[in-house]
């Protein structure tokens, strides 16, 4: 793992997990050893987080200037608690995760009474377990390509149970609570789909770029599918 991302891991870890977190916690968190735990904490300190304790004790980190202070109303509070509680319900683990690493920065540069407020806030969401089937594949792979604009090639299994080997630009992904979907321009049929991401058994990197299409792509998808 590259040092700024083991470090903003221990900072994430240092925020999120109830203080004093113990060294072998924070170990466990950021997948190092004890000794280069010790190392990055000193790393830290050094660059000026203010993080209180030592070994043995554990540690707690009392003020992050890497970030600059914000300040939101109680009710914009509720609503980053309420699209978190959402977000764990229809997300993968992988989004998930990076939503409560988000969350927790944010509130780590709060002041007291509105970090007291994120921690017991009263709106939440509540749905049954999703009932979706399975995805397998690399989700990140999917993301990655989406953002980079570069072409995906798919196995797919339609609702008839028809396998076809295809070539997508993706536009975008949509999760819900029955599916995940891909929504995309299949370059075979030369017209938007959108595929059940459950349903790719295979997807790897296409190697082409369709940029600068997807804004515009998208735009005509997005239309299409309000006027049906």
């Known amino acids: 793992m590259a040092r700024t991302d083991?470090?903003?891991?221990?900072?994430?870890?240092?925020?999120?997990?109830?203080?004093?977190?113990t060294a072998a916690r924070l170990?466990?968190?950021?997948?190092?050893?004890?000794?280069?735990?010790?190392?990055?904490?000193?790393?830290?300190?050094?660059?000026?987080?203010l993080i209180d304790g030592a070994p043995g004790v554990g540690y707690t980190l009392t003020e992050d200037?890497?970030?600059p202070p914000q300040s939101f109303d109680r009710l914009e509070i509720e609503a980053?608690?309420?699209?978190?509680?959402a977000l764990e319900q229809i997300?993968?683990?992988?989004?998930?995760?990076?939503?409560?690493?988000?969350?927790?920065?944010?509130?780590?540069?709060?002041?007291?009474?509105?970090?007291?407020q994120a921690l017991h806030h009263t709106m939440m969401t509540w749905r049954p377990a999703p009932d979706r089937p399975e995805v397998t594949i690399d989700m990140d792979?999917?993301?990655?390509?989406?953002w980079d604009e570069r072409s995906l090639r798919i196995r797919y299994r339609d609702a008839?149970?028809?396998v076809t080997d295809r070539e997508v630009w993706p536009l975008a992904m949509s999760y819900s609570d029955r599916s995940l979907m891909l929504m995309a321009h299949c370059r075979?049929?030369?017209?938007?789909?959108?595929?059940?991401i459950a349903r790719i058994a295979q997807a790897e990197d296409g190697g082409d770029t369709f940029r600068p299409h997807r804004v515009p792509l998208l735009r005509e998808f997005v239309a299409r599918y309000r006027d049906d």
């Open 6 to 21: 083991r470090l903003m891991r221990l900072m994430t870890a240092l925020r999120s997990l109830p203080a004093p977190v």
């Open 27 to 49: 170990a466990a968190e950021t997948d190092v050893s004890p000794r280069q735990l010790y190392r990055d904490i000193a790393t830290l300190r050094a660059g000026g987080a």
């Open 65 to 67: 200037p890497a970030l």
């Open 80 to 85: 980053l608690m309420v699209a978190l509680s």
């Open 91 to 116: 997300g993968d683990d992988a989004l998930a995760t990076a939503g409560r690493a988000a969350v927790a920065r944010i509130i780590a540069t709060l002041p007291d009474r509105m970090a007291r």
């Open 141 to 146: 792979l999917l993301r990655r390509n989406c």
């Open 160 to 162: 008839q149970d028809r």
């Open 188 to 196: 075979m049929r030369m017209d938007f789909r959108s595929f059940n």
